[in-house]
Structures are given as structure tokens and as C-alpha cells.
């Protein structure tokens, strides 16, 4: 599998909007769930957003609800998190991850369950 690279990070201030991307051509199968999860300091990684191939329902944090967008472009082979109206405790390492799982599964995004991660890209809200 060809390692999944994330991109779009930065530094905004709060009320701002960022998108990430990450290159998933070789994980679009049918039995793949994709997801976004983040990790800020001194806190445990959690599932942001994910959604299954081929289907186009979604899984979303509470605390990104209404906010937070997921996408899976399959002309550009990429996934993407629209974040807007973001907020300080946005602030975090986010992470791309693909895997093979039930689609239950990966409506309850869970660390243990998916095997391929990217390297990560730093998102900063300032207030």
C-alpha cells in the first residue's frame, strides 16, 4: 500500500477554515472505512470523522458536528475534512487512516481497528 500523506494544516485564528487532504487511491476498496482522527496534547486519539467506501453515510465527533465535513473524492483518489467556524480546542495533530472493516464498525471509529495512518499534519486555532 502506498503510505498515506496528509495535507492542509496550519495556523488560523478562531472563526477560520481549513481543509485536509490525503491520498487514498490505493485503499478505495469496497470493504475500506476511511477516517479522519486527531490527537492533541496530552490526550488520547480520537475518530473525528470516517466514512465507508462506496456509501455515503458519515460518522461525526459531537464536538465537530454541524462544523466538520468528510469527503472522499474518487476522480482525485483523496480524502478530505472541510473544518470550519473552527475553535482552540481544534487544536491538534490530524491524521488520516484507512482499513478494512464492517461498516458498523466504521461508523464507531476506533484507533485499534485501522492499520494504515499518515504521518500527520498540525492544525492551530488561535482565539
Known amino acids: 500500500q502506498v503510505p498515506l500523506v496528509e495535507s492542509g494544516g496550519g495556523s488560523v485564528e478562531a472563526g477560520g477554515s481549513l481543509r485536509l487532504s490525503c491520498g487514498v487511491s490505493t485503499y478505495r476498496r469496497s470493504d475500506y472505512c476511511m477516517a479522519w482522527f486527531r490527537q492533541a496534547p496530552g490526550k488520547e486519539r480520537e475518530g473525528v470523522a470516517s466514512?465507508?467506501?462506496?456509501?455515503?453515510?458519515?460518522f461525526y465527533a459531537d464536538s465537530v458536528k454541524g462544523r466538520f465535513a468528510i469527503s472522499l473524492d474518487n476522480a482525485e483518489g483523496t480524502l478530505n475534512l472541510q473544518m470550519n467556524s473552527l475553535i482552540p480546542a481544534d487544536t491538534a495533530d490530524y491524521y488520516c487512516a484507512a482499513g478494512s472493516m464492517w461498516s458498523f464498525e466504521c461508523y464507531s471509529p476506533s484507533r485499534q481497528n485501522f492499520p494504515y495512518w499518515g504521518q500527520g499534519t498540525q492544525v492551530t486555532v488561535s482565539s
Open positions: 466514512i465507508y467506501h462506496g456509501s455515503t453515510n458519515t
